[in-house]
């Protein structure tokens, strides 16, 4: 070889022992930091320092596909941030005069910045970034010796990059975490003080004042939908004489609030008809109070002490403190819900005691006679009556009714009828009769809805005699010894639907060993969990098989059955029966 080539190989050697020696010193430069920017100011500052260039600029690709400027040298500032959006494939260095000549969507890249060479910056899972170097000095272009270097540069240098990339992303969830952390502290603080009370007003001016504190608001409006209906119910920040106030509670403006799904900016809602009010009072955020995704209220806020806009992270910490006072409303709501239904039980207790004092304490049982009654309301006063009545000579009488309607106002019926009964029982006369003035009775002392099915019956044992009335009643059954049995259903319409109506009366012979059954709808109509009713025939087949039994057996076993046959079933009525057996007749 001749020495001329060995020196100019020699050369060639040196000099890429040199490059290879700064690529090394390159990559632990750039792995020494994770910094983003120090990383790409080393990228930029060597080739430039080593290779004279004037000026430099290193473009970062974002996940939406965006070149942004992170980092130059000798060019205005100002375009650090600036984005760009280009379709850069392959890891080939661009020349701007090179050919082939550069895709024209790089042509602004090339002139804005005034760069001669792009240097892809490509790591193994995907396109990093660019770094664009100007002119040398020397005005010379780049050799293919220094684009070597350069690509090689860019190579080592996209780990680093994509290192630094991921560094920053956490630090940036870190920041987001922690400022994320100090809202749910602060919520929950809050959401203590609007849980401790449970009064409306005072959870409502919490919410307001917190609001107006932590985002340092001029002023606050509250609206609230109670019983479907949106109304103002409390502002702050402004004068509240009711001429101030009226816009506010218009129809119409309430309408369109009410249209409104998300915190929004105002000025987002040019759009929305009958919502100039809005920017007229300087309103600026409009936040919907939801609970389960259902609108209770809503939340708007003014502008800021600070002047500066509402960020979208301040309007989240909005929607959810709206939220989480929407729950502290509603649980207010169920409070006082539970306190008038305590009140309620209270009443209906007292109701009931009264009623229990209306029914038999206690029930005749002779060697002539066995009578028993039994009751079971389906609420906490019922609507069914029952009762005996001694008369004179030795007779009794005996009666079962059912009341429309459930709780108190049954219960009230349910007193005026016995009220009515027990002073219509003391006049002489025929019974048919007596039924027809206790139905005027009635009619006249109560409203068109409410009515009385009703069966009284007299017995008289001496004349071996059962004289009735049915008032629309269920029939009650008459037992004879020899086993068969006749439905009472002579007498009339129901108590209570007109006036002046005749009752039919219907009398029946007696004989010992007589069994008299009656009972309410409440029996036969008591449902199982296949919706099906208990019927009269059941109450037939048990009245037959225990009729010889002792009446309170005979009612025991009655009432078992139903309870047996609705299987868990709730009550939807009242259970009312009562039995008389004929021990004896002279």
Known sequence: MEPV???????????????????????QLLNASLNLRVTLSSLLLTPMGRMMVSRGVVLVAAEDGEYEVVQLRGLDRRLIGKKYRWQIVGSQ??????????????????????????????????????MGLGPKLDGQPFSSTEIEYLTSLANIAAKSIDNALIVQKLE???????????????LFEISKELNATPDKEKIVSLLIYAVMGELLVNRCFVFLREKGQLRLFAARGMQTEPSQMKPFTGAGFLKNLSR?????????????????????????????MKSQDREKGFLLLGEKMTGQLYRDDEIEFLSTLANQAVISLENADLFEQMLEKKRMEEELNIARDIQQRLLPAEFPHTDRIEIQGVNIPSFQVGGDYLDWIPLEDGRIAVTVADVSGKGIPASLLMSSLQAGLRNSVTVQGNIGEMIGRLNNFIQANTTFDKFITFFYAVIDLDNKTLTYVNAGHNPPYLYHADGTFTRLEVGGIILGMMADVSYQTGMEALQAGDLLVM??????????????????????????????????VLLDEIVYAVKTFAKGAPQSDDITLMAVKIAACP
């Open 172 to 186: 940036q969830v870190n920041r987001r975490l922690d400022k994320k952390i100090q809202e749910l502290n602060t």
């Open 5 to 27: 080539q060995q020196d100019r190989l020699s050369r060639e050697l040196d000099q890429r022992l040199v490059e290879l020696h700064s690529l090394f010193e390159m990559s």
């Open 519 to 552: 009972f309410t709808d409440g029996v036969t109509e008591a449902k199982n969990t296949q919706d099906q009713d208990f019927e009269e025939s059941r109450l037939e087949e048990i009245m037959g098989r225990c009729r010889d039994l002792p009446v309170k």
């Open 260 to 288: 409104i799904k998300q915190a929004t900016r105002v000025e987002e809602l040019a759009g929305l008809r009958g919502l100039r009010l809005l920017q007229k009072e300087k309103i600026r955020i409009v936040a919907p």
């Open 93 to 130: 260095p661009i020349e701007r005069h090179g050919q082939p000549p550069p895709p024209a969507e790089l042509q602004p890249v090339f002139q804005e910045f005034e760069m001669e060479l792009l240097i892809p910056i490509v790591s193994t899972q995907r396109q990093v970034g660019l």
